[in-house]
């Protein structure tokens, strides 16, 4: 079967660097994308990883790793807007995406 | 500022009434989407378009259907209503491609949170 595991919860520091991280199994693939959501809005795109590697934007990198179905986004400098949830999704062999079931990230000051 | 907007932020009906969630995009986009977000569970396809007038179901599409009459809105339809299908129900599109990164961007609308009493 098609699943993504993603931690349910995290907590870090403002000014501290968080990884969260995202395990995937698809039917092919296609790509892995990360969304933000802030809560009560719209999930809104981060980053998109299709070959294996660091992807980097800012503040916040997203990894790939295709042999072992493994990625991560990496968020520096934390600020406490950076609290949201995260989503980590993956495209399947007929571009589908497969949804994990969101990291909520907490910052504290 | 490109966007898709859902029509309604929050509804509350009664179980078995007819309930019709609107979506609408303008920024042109062929493919719409619409998706039910639950706590602990990862975002759940019911229904998708890829053209006007065409529909293909999702993952959970019992107890639902959809309307695409004109290529920028996309109507999710609860013909009646139950309790088991409360929940946030989240509106996407992207544009069409395989090897272009753009076209399978999602953008979400804002979401419609649904209380089937």
Request: glycine share 8%; net charge neutral; proline share 2%.
């Amino acid at each position: 079967g098609q699943n993504i595991d993603q931690p349910t919860e995290m907590t870090a520091t403002e000014g501290a660097i968080v990884q969260i991280n995202c395990t995937y199994q698809t039917s092919g693939f296609n790509g892995l994308f990360w969304y933000q959501q802030h809560a009560g809005e719209a999930p809104t795109f981060l980053s998109y990883n299709v070959l294996d590697g660091l992807e980097e934007k800012g503040r916040f990198s997203s990894f790939l790793s295709r042999s072992k179905g493994y990625s991560y986004l990496l968020l520096k400098e934390l600020q406490m807007k950076d609290s949201a949830s995260y989503l980590c999704a993956a495209m399947d062999s007929n571009y589908q995406l497969i949804w994990g079931a969101g990291t909520k990230l907490i910052i504290k000051p | 500022d490109v966007k898709v907007t859902q029509s309604s932020r929050y509804l509350v009906k009664r179980t078995g009434e007819k309930v019709f969630l609107e979506c609408v995009q303008d920024m042109d986009h062929e493919n719409m989407f619409w998706y039910r977000q639950d706590p602990g569970l990862g975002l759940r396809l019911i229904y998708f378009s890829y053209d006007v007038k065409m529909k293909e179901k999702g993952d959970i599409p019992e107890g639902y259907s959809v309307s695409r009459e004109k290529k920028e809105r996309f109507s999710l339809i609860l013909e009646s209503a139950s309790t088991n299908q409360t929940s946030m129900y989240l509106c996407a599109s992207s544009s069409t491609g395989t090897g272009d990164l753009g076209a399978n961007v999602l953008t979400f609308g804002a979401g419609s949170r649904l209380t089937v009493l």
